[in-house]
């Protein structure tokens, strides 16, 4: 993959996740980010997906709020990618190519994870007390971030793959 | 190289929780000993903070009785310390100190010689006897404490309002010119309320009528409190003077 087109599709797909998060952001946690960044992941392999996070989450915050949360917002999105990665190599060792349900599911529970991990701050500052508290505070916000991943998922994953699989083969060749 | 990555993706991901957990913890358990020790300064300023009320109200009481009122305080601080030898909580001794404070305050406000013998009469028995004791006191426990609290509102020229207050214990500023007002019928514009309560004028006199500094300030025994009139507490006695501050 050449560095220019690399980065040329990073800004594209970071100014899409960029774009949704402040348009979405009267909708509580109803965002296609995770779902998008899952599918470059899959497509574009791990490294993309985390320069992609990086870049979404920096520029994104500047306009949303910036503060220690960032840095967990980075960490949960890259747990977000090694995992969707760890899946995808599974299916790989398998020969076969997930299906889009299935997908759409571990989306579903990458909303948990997402919670989890930023609500990790709060661990970091009051101890388990905090965490038990700010998390199960935070759970039903979890649970709309989970659907909304589901949904966005199940939307944009054949738009999205079409069109990257297009732009990968054009590189290829 | 994608193989690479996601080792050390793996690797950054776990270090980063390593570095979490180990913060975490290190901060609960400081926070868990915070909150032992805390507990144990909060009983001990409770217990100075009693003597220092004692103290203060000596003071005000002239020569003969400070006398006979610092032995009660002897007497009283030998008091406690032999019932903390015994095996009552801490708790207990702090309830019973209060009802010596109670009691010191309503001794004072009656300022009366006779009583004063009396109360240190009642305080040196019982040092035999502790059970004879907390049952003198036990009724005074339900009485609601009432304060005396001297009250000036200074407008430009003139003073507005100048009076005394009774008022029940743990009010604060605010409750003290709001009773006095409404019996006065002056008027009294405020914003927000509870402990962040701010008065924006009184009797007509508003802030900002003399320039973009001025205002409604208040001291209690002449210092300026650094906290609202809603959050500080008045003590018996205390003079709280309201004025109002311009500069053009």
């Known amino acids: 993959m050449s560095k220019v087109k690399e980065i040329s599709l990073i800004g594209i797909l970071a100014a899409v996740n960029i774009a949704s998060r402040i348009a979405l952001q009267s909708l509580p946690n109803i965002k296609p980010v995770t779902s998008i960044i899952m599918i470059s992941v899959m497509i574009f392999g791990l490294s993309f997906g985390i320069k992609l996070t990086f870049v979404t989450t920096i520029v994104s915050n500047i306009f949303l709020g910036m503060g220690t949360w960032t840095f967990f917002q980075i960490l949960a999105w890259i747990v977000v990618c090694l995992l969707t990665q760890i899946l995808i190599d599974f299916y790989k060792t398998l020969h076969k190519e997930p299906p889009i349900m299935v997908m759409a599911i571990f989306s579903f529970l990458m909303g948990y994870v997402f919670g989890f991990v930023v609500s990790l701050e709060q661990f970091m500052i009051g101890g388990i007390g905090l965490f038990v508290s700010y998390y199960s505070a935070g759970l039903f916000f979890d649970t709309l971030h989970a659907c909304g991943n589901f949904f966005f998922y199940l939307v944009c994953a054949p738009l999205l793959m079409k069109i990257f699989i297009k732009e990968k083969e054009k590189r290829l060749n | ?248």
Not at chain 2, 16 to 42: H, P, V
């Open chain 2, 1 to 248: 190289m994608e193989k690479n990555i996601k080792k050390y993706t793996l690797l950054f991901v776990i270090i980063c929780f390593i570095g979490i957990g180990i913060i975490g913890i290190y901060n609960s358990n400081s926070s868990l000993r915070k909150n032992s020790s805390q507990q144990e300064t909060e009983v001990q300023m409770q217990e100075e903070k009693d003597n220092s009320i004692q103290q203060e109200k000596t003071s005000e009481q002239n020569e003969d009785e400070e006398k006979q009122s610092h032995e009660t305080n002897e007497v009283s601080n030998e008091n406690q310390s032999e019932k903390k030898s015994t095996p009552s909580s801490s708790s207990k001794t702090s309830t019973t100190q209060q009802e010596n404070t109670k009691k010191e305050t309503q001794t004072s406000s009656i300022s009366n010689q006779s009583e004063t013998n009396h109360q240190t009469s009642s305080t040196e028995k019982p040092s035999n006897t502790s059970e004879n004791n907390q049952a003198q006191q036990t009724p005074q426990d339900d009485k609601i404490q009432e304060y005396q609290v001297s009250l000036k509102i200074q407008g430009i020229d003139s003073i507005i309002g100048n009076g005394s207050v009774e008022i029940e214990a743990g009010k604060s500023v605010y409750d003290v010119l709001k009773v006095y007002t409404d019996s006065q019928k002056i008027e009294v514009k405020k914003s927000g309320s509870g402990t962040t309560v701010y008065i924006r004028g009184i009797a007509g006199l508003n802030e900002f009528d003399h320039g973009p500094r001025s205002g409604w300030m208040y001291k209690v025994n002449g210092v300026s409190p650094n906290v609202g009139a809603g959050s500080y507490k008045v003590q018996n006695g205390d003079q709280i003077v309201w004025y109002y501050v311009y500069s053009e």
